[in-house]
């Protein structure tokens, strides 16, 4: 769970420097450093996905996962999920609740914190959830020095959630093949890859709703590998 503690950490920071300074970071840093984020992604996940074994596997798990998440359509689901619970707490008039709701769903509502922690949880090195540490520990600046103290608490949130994630993968590796890992390995890859573009803001890849691909990965591997 490095990579969880070292996101953990990053998010702690952060909120400590912008509840510290109350104020953002000049627009081009975190613009050019948001870049330098989205190139690595787009690296991380080109070697990721490199690693599949059956490219018939890689393109039928990434085709039918993104039929089933936009007829399921998760990532409009997930986004009003998060708008109802931002504006209850708007609505209370706690700024304590509204940090750490929307700094929660920023940090653990997303591609990138499900696969870092899979990735991590499979026995991986963390590359991911380093880089989204970087990301996440500028978030948090912007955020604490707009919305408080309550951003730092969402580091809870980023423990449980992603350690939780780390573990339940954890818990799987003795039954699962490496067929599969390779697998679901390379679909990660090319998830990633979309989340890097949409950083580096070529496209809107609605990754959120390809990550069905995963399930349906190990599905195939299970049967034709």
């Known amino acids: 769970m490095l990579g969880t503690l070292i996101n953990v950490a990053a998010v702690l920071l952060g909120s400590a420097v912008g509840l510290l300074f109350h104020a953002r970071l000049p627009k081009r840093i975190t613009h050019t450093v948001f870049q330098a984020i989205g190139l690595f992604t787009v690296f991380v996940g080109i070697n990721m996905a490199g690693k599949t074994g059956n490219f018939l596997v890689l393109i039928l798990s990434m085709v039918l996962g993104a039929i089933i998440g936009e007829a399921l359509d998760i990532e409009a689901r997930i986004n009003r999920l998060g708008d109802r619970l931002k504006s209850r707490s708007a609505a209370g ?53 707009g919305l408080g103290i309550g951003v730092l608490f969402s580091a809870v949130t980023v423990l449980v959630y992603q350690g939780g994630l ?55 591997a299970a049967i034709f590998l």
């Open 93 to 145: 008039g706690n700024p304590v609740s509204e940090g750490f709701i929307t700094a929660s769903l920023l940090f653990c509502v997303g591609s990138m914190s499900i696969l870092g922690a899979i990735e991590e949880g499979l026995g991986g090195k963390p590359n991911l959830l380093l880089a989204k540490a970087v990301l996440d520990g500028f978030s948090s600046i912007a955020l604490s020095a």
């Open 166 to 220: 780390a573990l339940f993968a954890g818990a799987l590796e003795p039954v699962i093949t490496e067929a599969i890992i390779s697998e679901v390995t390379a679909v990660g890859g090319l998830l990633l890859m979309g989340v890097g573009i949409s950083i580096l803001e070529i496209m809107a890849v609605r990754v959120v709703n390809m990550l069905p691909a995963l399930l349906v990965a190990v599905a195939l």
